[in-house]
């Protein structure tokens, strides 16, 4: 069965760190594109960040640029999201998706197939 599980959500004040984590079980990620994308309550689902199979191609939203780091290691299946710098308006349900290709123009959330079930990140003081 193919599953995706983030894990690494939790409690931080503002200017900490948290990294998450996106592993997968039932497939191998290393032939399809990851994306990391957040939901706060009364908003969309956004695009956070997105990372090709081949780790070569990565996308940024532009209100995480130089805080938060994408990464994968296809060995370990599991891909990363490291957030430095965190801000009271991070604070959201973080979503680890798969797309069926290895190459994903769109950091888009109507763009990925395969879904994890989320972890919650709260910045707080």
Known sequence: ??????????????????????????????????????????KEREGVSCISASGGHINYANFV????????????NTVYLQMNSLRPEDAAVYYCAADRSPLQALCKATAYDYWGQGTQVTVSS
Do not use: H, M, Y
């Not at 497939?27 to 994306?35: C, K, S, V």
């Open 65 to 76: 640029k130089g805080r938060f780091t994408i990464s994968r290691d296809n060995a370990k």
């Open 1 to 42: 069965q193919l599953q995706l599980v983030e894990s690494g959500g939790g409690l931080v004040q503002p200017g900490g760190s948290l990294r998450l984590s996106c592993a997968a079980s039932g497939f191998t990620l290393r032939t399809n594109a990851i994306g990391w994308f957040r939901q706060a309550p009364g």
